[in-house]
């Protein structure tokens, strides 16, 4: 068997880039070792940037996002008993971002991708990737029980985090940064109407906690919590509570959320991480696959989405005119702009959540750094440049 492009993997990355080469007409393969169902109820992220709805647009995914996609204008910050809004347009040059959760991103990518575009085959775990160095490198993986084999021009990993693909890159060439947080985050999701219509992230002496939603009726929740922190440790009237104490305003002693039953539940620990590079001979990475951030900056999808807006670019210039200048330059070009989200989710993240060993002079430097982004203008601007996206240049 053998392909132009290989794909590893069917979560946002390997999908929109499947699309974006198909647009382009080059052929791909997308191999996913779980099943339809379970990656299309992977519940994760929900904020898209502008430029990943006007690449999901560019690809053709985006009449659904745009009917019930959610645009905002901006967040509320909570600490220290006030609440202080940041406006991304008038401060990061018209920007804004939207809420559509990632669950829909994936489905609306497999429909488009099973209507016209090419295999995409789920149950199918890829081994081994060799021949990075070769013309034609191979994809070994198991599908239906047979192991079997897929030749190609570029294998592209994008297997996330525990992916096999990254392995192809000799160790002696790849190196490994890495931040490991003191904390995880519970996810909630609740059948209770968002309280407000904008996301809410609070800093308070209990730690973080973040509001945000997935529809007018459902609610999307999440509390800082101790690294290796059981859910069930966490009953729904819990949770309530908890959210409500780290949400309170000193203005509003009676400010609640409005409750109703969480459907689901889980802890998920926090993790920067880098991979580099991101290309070795006919291996490139792209996604979780090559970095992580902390989701408090809300990065994690839409740095996926830059990688492959970038390396879709690089192999339909490669595929349409021989050059490989694009796909020699890929790996320098993402990470100058990963390495600044990897900042940005550090930055909110420290800035945000309550480090067990922090000191009482820790905790006043952080209301320090929020206090400068509700009094000025340029801090804030910092902020909001950031959190709607910088530019992805390519
Ligand atoms: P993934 O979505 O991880 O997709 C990788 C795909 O590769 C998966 O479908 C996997 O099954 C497949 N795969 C792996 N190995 C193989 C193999 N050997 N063979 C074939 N297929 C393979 N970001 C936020 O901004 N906010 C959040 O709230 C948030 N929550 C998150 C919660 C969790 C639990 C996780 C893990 C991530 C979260 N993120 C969040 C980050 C965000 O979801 C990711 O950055 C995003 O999914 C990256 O997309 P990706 O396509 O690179 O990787
Ligand atoms: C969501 C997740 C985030 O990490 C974030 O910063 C904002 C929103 C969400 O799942 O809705």
């Known amino acids: 068997e ?41 519940q994760r992220a929900g904020i898209l940037e502008q430029a990943t709805v006007d690449a999901l647009r560019a690809a053709g995914a985006g009449e659904r996002l745009d009917r019930e996609g959610i645009p905002h204008d901006g967040i509320e910050l909570r600490f220290g008993g006030r609440s202080h809004r940041v406006d991304f347009p008038s401060l990061a040059g018209g920007r804004r971002v939207m809420v559509y959760a990632q669950t829909e991103v994936v489905k ?19 081994r081994e990737v060799t021949g990075a160095d070769t013309e034609r490198p191979v994809v070994r993986y198991v599908h239906e029980g047979r192991e079997r084999s897929l030749s190609c021009s570029y294998v592209v990993g994008c297997d996330g985090f525990h992916g096999v693909v990254k392995q192809a890159i000799p160790e002696a060439v790849r190196s490994t940064y890495e931040r490991v947080y003191p904390y995880s ?4 999701l609740a059948e209770a109407p968002p309280v407000y219509d904008e996301l809410i992230y609070a800093h308070s002496s209990r730690g973080f906690a973040l509001a945000s939603m997935r529809s007018p009726t459902v609610s999307r929740l999440y509390l800082q919590v101790p690294n290796g922190t059981d859910p069930a440790e966490w009953p729904d009237e819990r949770i309530w509570d908890e959210l409500d104490a780290r949400f309170a305003l000193d203005a509003e002693p ?20 880098v991979t580099e590079p991101m290309r070795h001979g006919r291996v490139l990475l792209a996604g979780d696959a090559a970095h992580i951030v902390p989701p408090t900056g809300a990065k994690g999808l839409n740095l996926a989405a830059a990688d492959v807006i970038v390396l879709a670019r690089a192999l339909a210039e490669w595929h349409s005119t021989g050059s490989t200048e694009r796909l020699d330059a890929y790996s320098d070009t993402c990470l100058r702009r990963v390495w600044r989200a990897e900042h940005f989710s550090y930055f909110m993240t420290t800035t945000l959540h309550a480090d067990p060993a922090q000191s009482a002079f820790d905790t006043r430097l952080q209301l320090a750094q929020l206090e400068r982004v509700a009094t000025s203008p340029h801090a804030a601007a910092e902020l909001a440049e950031n959190y709607t996206g910088l530019p992805i240049r390519s």
């Not at 429909?111 to 016209?116: E, G, I, S, T």
């Not at 985050?185 to 909630?188: N, P, R, S, T």
């Not at 009676?254 to 991480?273: D, I, N, Q």
């Open 2 to 42: 053998q392909t132009t492009v290989a794909i590893v993997g069917a979560g946002p990355a390997g999908l929109l880039l499947a699309r974006l080469l198909h647009n382009a007409g080059v052929d791909c393969v997308v191999l996913e070792s779980r099943d339809r169902a379970y990656v299309e109820r992977r």
């Open 108 to 126: 609306d990518l497999i429909a488009l991708q099973l209507a016209d575009g090419g295999p995409l085959l789920f149950d199918t775990e890829v």
């Open 185 to 188: 985050w519970l996810g909630a």
């Open 254 to 273: 009676g400010w609640k959320l409005e409750r109703g039953p969480v459907t689901a539940k889980s802890v998920l620990p926090m993790r920067s991480h």
